[in-house]
Each structure stands twice: as C-alpha cells, then as structure tokens.
C-alpha cells in the first residue's frame, strides 16, 4: 500500500599503488623521526567490500521512520622495502542509521538521524612506526527543509553533534620527502550548525545563501600523542575552520538566434584553521 520503500546495494574496490626511488629511508623511534639516503619501494593493496541497506517506512502521511546499516570490509596489504616484513590486515564494520521525518505541511518537514561512519586502519611506511587502527564517528543530526513563497525560497538547517572514537591523524613534522606517521591520536567531538538558502526573485534571477558554524575538541588523547607533547585535551582539531559563508547570485538570459546564456557571481569566505604539530608547535591559517 505504498507504506514501504527499500533500496539494497553492493559495492567493490580493488587499489593498486606502488613507488619506486631513491630517496630517504625513514626510521622511527621514541617519537623521533630520523633519515638516511637509500632506495625504496612499495606495493600497497586494498581490496574493500560492502553491502548495504535502507528501508524507510510511512507510518502515516506526515511520519516516516528509517532503518539502515552497512557492512564494509577492507583487506589491506603491504610489501617491499617500506615495510621491514610484508603486512596483511582486514577491517571491517557494520554501520547503522536510524531516523525519523515528519511532514509539517507540504511544503515544510523535520528530521532527526542518528548516523555512523567508520574509516579503515593502514600502515605506516616508516621503521619502527606502529600501524593505526580504524576510526568510527557517530553523528546526531536535527533538521528542517522548508519551501516558502510559493516555493520560490527554497531553506535548509541542520544541527550535529558527532563524537570519534580512535581518531587518526598525521602530525607533518614527521613527514619527510612524503613519508609521514599517522597514528590514533584519541576521542574528539564536534557540533555546530549549517544552512542553505536559494531565492528566485524572478524566472532569470535567483540568489543564495550557504555557511556553516562548528567547534571542534578534543576530549580524550592517546598516550603516545600525549608523550609527543603535541595535541592535548580541548585543542581544536587540525584543519577545520570555525566558519564558512557563501554567497551566489545567477542571472538566466536568452542570447541571439535563440541562444540560452547565463551570468553568474560567486562569493565564498572562511574562517582559518589550526595545525598543532610534534612538540606543541601551533600554526594557523
């Protein structure tokens, strides 16, 4: 009775990557990074799985409950001289969603979902570097989707709160000549709010509105991040600015002979973002 909407899905990956050159030979120990001139080579490989599943059901007009999960699987390998023995692992995961929507009017709705991501663990192609394990983020969202003015202003918003568990992260002041340590650097959370507007004054002009606000910290770090007296409890996390505004405007015109043509402007700003790195030090951007 066209209560129940389902969708099913698989999907598959096969990476292949390699290098081969003469360059530096990196060993790490103590969290100190050290080099010396010789050849080097590796053959990576990720063979990665999934299947998943979405099924959303209309308990009435207005309520609609979702039910989703994912099952990934990621087989990764490693050989050659970047590694001082060949590396096997496999991750996998099974992600849930669930959620909830319910029509205000025809044009008005709001929804609630809680969501999980998960991110595979790897290795590093530095001596003596541990290998990191798979990351997870759990994401609670509320929102609402509106169309006023006789559908002409089209509005979303959203709040989110996400927590991660095993968090991974590179510090770049051990990357020498592309060689780099990523490690789990512990738990971090973060929460803010987007929006998107778009406005059709006319059939040829529209303009919008698009921008974000999130704050980031960390509440938990692990205690080798800690040993490197780099990244500590209630820092930022690396590379994501506060804020972010754009603004576009477009203009529809009809050119010579029938001719469709447009003009359009955009404008997009952001707030900068922290590095912390090996040793506390601490750059902004």
């Given amino acids: 009775n066209n209560r129940l909407d389902w969708v099913v899905g698989a999907f598959y990956s096969d990476i292949e990557s390699s290098s081969g050159l003469i360059g530096s030979a990196n060993?790490?120990?103590?969290?100190?990074?050290?080099?010396?001139?010789a050849p080097f080579d590796g053959q990576r490989n990720s063979k990665s799985t999934a299947i998943f599943a979405s099924v959303d059901y209309h308990l009435t007009q207005q309520l609609t409950l979702t039910v989703g999960a994912r099952y990934f699987e990621d087989d990764r390998a490693g050989d050659?001289?970047?590694?001082?023995?060949?590396?096997n692992a496999t991750f996998d995961h099974v992600?849930?969603?669930?959620?909830?929507?319910?029509?205000?009017?025809?044009?008005?709705?709001?929804?609630?979902?809680?969501?999980?991501?998960?991110?595979?663990g790897g290795f590093n192609n530095v001596v003596g570097a541990e290998d990191f394990?798979?990351?997870?983020?759990?994401?609670?969202?509320?929102?609402?989707?509106?169309?006023?003015?006789?559908?002409?202003?089209?509005?979303?918003?959203?709040?989110?709160?996400?927590?991660y568990q095993d968090m991974q992260d590179v510090?770049?002041?051990?990357?020498?000549?592309?060689?780099s340590v990523t490690l789990n650097?512990?738990?971090?959370?973060?929460?803010?709010?987007?929006?998107?507007?778009?406005?059709?004054?006319?059939?040829?002009?529209s303009v919008g509105l698009n921008g974000h606000y999130i704050d980031t910290k960390f509440m938990k770090v692990s205690e080798l991040f800690a040993s490197f007296g780099s990244t500590?409890?209630?820092?930022?996390?690396?590379?994501?600015?506060?804020?972010?505004?754009?603004?576009?405007?477009?203009?529809?015109?009809?050119?010579?002979?029938?001719?469709?043509?447009f003009a359009a402007l955009d404008y997009s700003m952001q707030d900068g973002s922290v590095e912390i790195a090996f040793g506390g030090r601490r750059a902004e951007t």
């Fill in 27 to 37: 060993s790490y120990s103590d969290g100190n990074l050290t080099r010396s001139i």
């Fill in 80 to 87: 050659g001289t970047d590694f001082t023995t060949p590396k």
């Fill in 95 to 120: 992600s849930p969603t669930v959620g909830a929507s319910y029509a205000l009017s025809n044009d008005t709705s709001v929804y609630i979902r809680i969501a999980e991501g998960f991110r595979s």
């Fill in 133 to 163: 394990g798979p990351e997870t983020v759990r994401t609670y969202e509320v929102g609402a989707k509106s169309l006023l003015l006789d559908g002409r202003l089209q509005t979303e918003a959203a709040f989110f709160y996400s927590e």
């Fill in 171 to 179: 510090d770049s002041s051990l990357n020498v000549i592309g060689r």
């Fill in 185 to 205: 650097v512990g738990e971090a959370e973060m929460q803010g709010v987007e929006w998107s507007t778009q406005l059709s004054i006319s059939e040829q002009f």
């Fill in 232 to 261: 500590d409890v209630g820092d930022p996390i690396n590379y994501v600015p506060k804020y972010s505004v754009s603004f576009n405007a477009k203009f529809d015109f009809e050119g010579p002979m029938g001719a469709a043509g």
